[in-house]
């Protein structure tokens, strides 16, 4: 990768993790989850062997031909429920960039490791329109899912005449300026409401929590994020 090879280690270990937890999810899911699961654990896992720094390992072209076979037969076997779930076409995408990464690395004289440059060239890897189109998609996804992470507090502020006010974000409010005097009032009356995207069971085992398998995915679109930015 471009950078320092601590960046590369960091998505590596980033990425194994992730197709471990995908791997523990397979123990407890339904028939259809467990497809899910195998398929991002391959992702995970796929990912992790191509952001390998270049100075450890330089893999020969016919490699980065076999990744693309493989996810290529992965994306072709998730065409299907794709058609009928958002979650699997999110699935389809990430194959096919997995494809899309490989094959511009097998096309890259001297075949250089996944997000690096070719060694003694510096010549980019794929095309700039296709890598932009997937750096646009992978980073409305990170942003989206962090955002289903985070819990939302809003404060519902009562008007004086018992009519519901604007709702504020936030934890509270201690003191509000009053715009006419510029005095401050104590606490505002009103209903503080919390809703978190998120249900988390009371019980089960940490790899059935649904929070736990969107943190694994956000995991993998940063991932992919760093290796289309260094492709």
Known sequence: MHGP???????????????TYCLLRLRGAPG???????????????????????????????????????????????????????????????????????????????????GHAAQGTGDAGGTPLATGVLLIYYAG?????GARLLPLQTVSVNAPDGRA???????????????????????VAGTVTEAAPVVVPDVGAPEDRPEMALA????MGIAMLAMLLTL
């Not at 992965?74 to 995408?93: D, I, K």
Request: one cysteine or more; aromatic letters at 6%; proline letters at 6%.
């Open 5 to 19: 090879a601590t960046a590369g280690w960091l998505v590596v270990a980033l990425c194994a993790a992730a197709g």
């Open 32 to 114: 259809a989850g467990r497809g899910t699961a195998g398929g991002e654990a391959l992702m995970g896992f796929g990912m992790a062997a191509m952001a390998v720094p270049a100075a450890v390992v330089t893999p020969p072209r016919w490699i980065w031909l076999l990744y693309a076979a493989v996810f290529g037969v992965a994306a072709l076997r998730t065409l299907g429920p794709a058609r009928r779930s958002s979650h699997h076409l999110h699935h389809l995408v990430g194959m096919l960039a997995m494809v899309y990464m490989s094959v511009a690395m097998a096309l890259l004289p001297g075949a250089a490791h996944a």
């Open 141 to 145: 996804f990170v942003l989206w899912t």
């Open 165 to 187: 006010g604007p709702e504020l974000a936030g934890t509270g409010l201690a003191d509000t300026a009053l715009p006419d005097t510029g005095r401050t009032a104590g606490p």
């Open 216 to 219: 694994c995915r956000l995991s």
